[in-house]
Every structure is written in C-alpha cells, then in structure tokens.
C-alpha cells in the first residue's frame, strides 16, 4: 500500500493530475498493489483566498508519504515568486530532493522538431542538482529602486552538495548501462570557484569509485548547441541548478514539447515530488485539451522511485502505444482527443 499526497496545483495542474491518477490506478489494479491519495490545495487559488502557501506541518505532514505527485505551480493572478518560490522550491528545499531528474526520451510517434533525428537519438537523462547553486537564495539587493542599486544572487555550491549529486548521476549512469558514458555540464572557464569544485568533485568521485563509467565534459554553451545538433551523443548529463532548468527546457522541445516531459524531485532518502515539468499553462485551463502525457509520465517515474519497476514500464509502454498511434499532435487542442481520452486511451493500452 503506498501513500500518495496529490498536490494538482494550479491552471491545467488539476486536469493533467486526474489523468495520472486514472492511469495510477489501473496500473495497481493490474500490478496488485494498493495506492491511498490524499489531496492537497496548495496553490494560487488558496494563496488568494486565504493569504497562505504552505505551512511548516503541511511539509512534516507531506513527510509522511510514500512520494508526490505534483500538477503544477503558477497561478497569472499571483505575482511571478511568490509560489515557485513559496511553494515550489520550499518543497524541493526542505524535503531536501537534491535530485532533479529529467529524461530526454523521445517517444515512437511524436514529432520531433530536429531534422532526421529519431526516437533512438534523443535518449538520454539529465541530472539536475536541485537544492543549491543559483536558486540557494543567497545574495541581497541595497538601495532598491535608485539609480545606486547593486543586487547580488550567489551561486552556493557545497561540496558535500555537488558530491552527492555526482555520486547519483554516477549511479544512475551504471544502472542505465547505455554507453556508460556521464556528461558533466559545467563553465569551468569562467565559473572558476564554483564549477572548479564540480570540475575536482567530478574527477575525484569517477576516478576512485566508478572507473567504468567514462568522464565527458562540455560548457554549458556547447551543450545547448550538441543537444541540438547530436543529442545521440549523450548518455547522462549532470549539471547545477540553474544550468539544469535551462538545458531541460532545451531537452524538453527536443522531446516533443511541454506535454511530454516530466521529472522527479528526488531525495533518495526520503520523499520524492513527481511533476510534469511544463508548468500551469493557464489559456488553457479548465478546457479539456492540455496533453496528459507528461503527468503520466511523471506518474511513472514515480512508480519507479517506489520500486514499483514492472508498473513503470508497462505505464511507460502504454503511453508509446497512444503515442505512436492514438495521438495527431503532442501539442494543447491539436491531439485529436481530449485530455481525459488521451487518460482513457492509456489505460486501454495498459490492458
Ligand atoms: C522548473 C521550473 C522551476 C525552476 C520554477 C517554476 C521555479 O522552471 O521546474 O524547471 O526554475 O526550477
Ligand atoms: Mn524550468
């Protein structure tokens, strides 16, 4: 029996969230294990109304579960911070999900907007470090507003944070066994403190305790043009916070848009927050055609997380099946279908 808390969020959060919770349940129907959901209103339209976001026992009180499934955060009304960070990033920080893990895996049937490049060419998985770096919060702002403002936002790289994260993506390189082959994404050349740490933790950790993986490296410029141009050429990507967003939002277009890509919040120790990674989409709330896909897949890797493998995969085989045949369009109102048949179709799919 696993515990999951649901937080659909805010815009289309709650449509695509239903359709991953369709699917999660005929996939436990089908695998024989039980789920017990336990809804959450966090979001834009509780902050309006009652002036809160997320209380310090909502976050103990989420501590409790087997994992997340998050819709989305982000709400037109509410001031651009105020919920990524007071809701978002709060989670992520103090559940301590020092992993973002985000494939780039294009699906059979989905189109692709690089020329010639097939679903065995975009294949690959980014790690994202996901509780420090530029989003660590640090810095300030004096004299706001005159023409003497000086605002500072420090990128904060830890040791033991850079090191854990590279000892996940190590990990995750192995297991995937691919072409053992980790790409550290970094700008070494110009970040000298902060990426040297990556740079050194990087070569340590490889060279003492995963000598079969191969060390890649490439700036973080280079990378966006490579993705681009041989996204075939990546295996596993790990990167910092900021560089992260970036580069997945790249890998996400690549991956046939929004409405594919998910990523998991990861704290390996502890409980980890599923979410498709495209965001409220509020022009289309409440109208039925947002893609469900990305929050199926989210749900997914979320099965994953829980040991849940054979489930993950039959989820995952059931989305390639809608996909490849089933689906006109991976784009909002262009999918030949509503959101809840693109739900309905996977869970047909799954048998
Ligand atoms: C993402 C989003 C968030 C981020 C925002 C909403 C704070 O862009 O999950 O990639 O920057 O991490
Ligand atoms: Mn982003």
Not at 6 to 26: C, F, M, Q, R, S
Not at 150 to 178: D, H, P, S, W
Not at 206 to 229: F, L, Q, S, T
């Amino acid at each position: 029996m696993y515990k999951i808390a649901v937080i659909p969020g805010d815009g289309t959060g709650p449509e695509v969230v239903d359709e991953a919770l369709k699917v999660l349940y005929a996939a436990a129907l089908k695998k024989g294990f039980e789920v017990e959901t336990t809804n959450y209103d966090f979001g834009g339209d509780r902050y309006l109304a009652t002036g809160e976001i997320i209380s310090e026992e909502d976050i103990e009180e989420l501590r409790g579960y087997d994992a997340i499934l998050l819709g989305a955060v982000g709400h037109p009304d509410v001031a651009p911070g105020i919920l990524e960070k007071g809701l978002l990033l709060k989670l992520r920080f103090t559940l301590d999900q020092y992993i973002n893990l985000r494939p780039v895996i294009l699906y059979p049937g989905v189109e692709c907007p690089l020329a010639d490049k097939q679903p065995e060419d975009v294949d690959f998985m980014v790690v994202r470090e996901n509780t420090e770096g530029l989003y660590s919060g640090m810095g300030g702002v004096n004299y706001r507003g005159t023409s003497r403002e000086v605002a500072t936002q420090i990128m904060c790289n830890t040791r033991q944070g850079v090191e854990r994260c590279i000892r996940y993506a190590f990990e995750l390189t192995r297991k995937r066994g691919k072409k053992n082959m980790l790409t550290l994404c970094a700008k070494t050349n110009v970040l000298t403190y902060a990426h040297d740490l990556w740079w050194r933790t990087f070569n340590e950790v490889g060279e003492a305790d995963y000598p079969d993986i191969k060390r890649d490296y490439a700036h973080v410029d280079a990378i966006c043009m490579w993705m681009v141009k041989n996204p075939e050429y990546f295996d596993v990507i790990v990167t910092c916070n900021m560089f992260g967003d970036i580069i997945t939002d790249l890998g996400a277009i690549i991956q046939g848009g929004m409405g594919v890509a998910a990523g998991g919040n990861i704290n390996p120790e502890g409980v980890s927050m599923f979410e498709p990674i495209g965001g409220s989409a509020p022009k289309y709330t409440g109208k039925g055609v947002i893609n469900p896909v990305a929050g199926v897949a989210a749900m997914a890797m979320m099965l994953d997380e829980l040991g849940e493998k054979s489930a993950a995969e039959d989820v995952e085989n059931a989305i390639v099946a809608v996909t490849t045949t089933k689906m006109e369009s991976m784009n909002a109102g262009r999918m030949g279908h509503s959101t809840s048949e693109i739900g309905d179709l996977i869970v047909e799919a799954l048998g």
